[in-house]
């Protein structure tokens, strides 16, 4: 009787002291069921099949001081990584450990599908945004519109591996359409890497179409560059479906080229219970000339969120 009541005055304990913080505990699980037919991964006619279930769980607390800051603090629990933000009149700086900050919230992509699974180990530039986040970050007020993005990230002692960010994104209302216009560029000293990301979103009652233009350069070795271009159809409050397609090349090696493009369905059953399905088609031609490789992806999808 005496272990019932001192765990009861613990749980009443720990409840209290949650409540004061405002203390947040948050994640999801997310089982995939992947069927790949790929022309090198697994030969012509053959077909790899996978299962696997992953999960994200962290842990934030916010709080109001009376001169109107607000800070926040989040702790990644299976990544093993911790930020942390202070908001006001002036903007938000916000301290990211895995360099993941509001440097690049300006970047713009057309990679709406809700998976784009393929039979490539690796692939140098797909054409989506490579623009670096920060380990350290700062996202301006809204000005008429606009809102300044600034990162910075110094991974190295000797002082030569440092990464610079930099992005505006502007929404306006025009036409009776929601119309983001955004751009974003980083600057790393390893491999001397420069990345930019341009592009528009377009949305419009239950449609919204995204373009984007990036790339990625990494010293004298590679140029790259790619398109993308997504669209999205909300059928319902429940269900929705995305579709993109992307290309790369590289202005270094005439021979690089990447191609892709998916399809899926994302459907509420219940709140926080959601589902999808993706078939993605690709192909790649990479650089110095080697084997094209390319094949088709299904993915179903299962997720809980709390």
Known sequence: ???????????????????????TLSGDSVFNYTSISDSTAYGAGKDGNSMAIDGNLSVSS?????????????????????????????????????????????????????????????IPFDG???????????????????NVYLGYTDAGADNDNATTVYSIKYATEAAGASVTVGYAASSADTAETDTTSMGVKISSGDLALTAALNTKKIGSSADYSGTSVGLTYAVSDAMAIQMHQKNAENDKDST?????????????????????????SYELSPNSGAAKQDGSATNVELKVAF
């Open 1 to 23: 009787m005496r272990k019932v009541f001192l765990a009861s005055t613990a749980l009443v304990a720990l409840t209290s002291v949650a409540s004061a913080a405002d203390i």
């Open 62 to 122: 916010t709080a109001t001081s009376d001169s109107g800051l607000t800070y926040t603090t989040a702790y990644d629990v299976d990544g093993d990584s911790a930020d942390l933000s202070i908001s006001g009149d002036f903007g938000t700086v916000k301290i990211d450990g895995g360099s993941d900050g509001l440097g690049a919230s300006g970047e713009m992509s057309g990679d709406v599908a809700a998976d784009e699974t393929t039979g490539i180990t690796t």
């Open 128 to 146: 989506d945004s490579a623009v670096a986040g920060g380990f350290l970050s700062y996202a301006s007020p809204s000005i008429g519109g606009a």
């Open 256 to 280: 690089y080229d990447y191609s892709e493009s998916a399809i899926s369905a994302t459907y509420t059953i219940a709140p926080g219970l959601t589902s999808a399905i993706t078939y993605t």
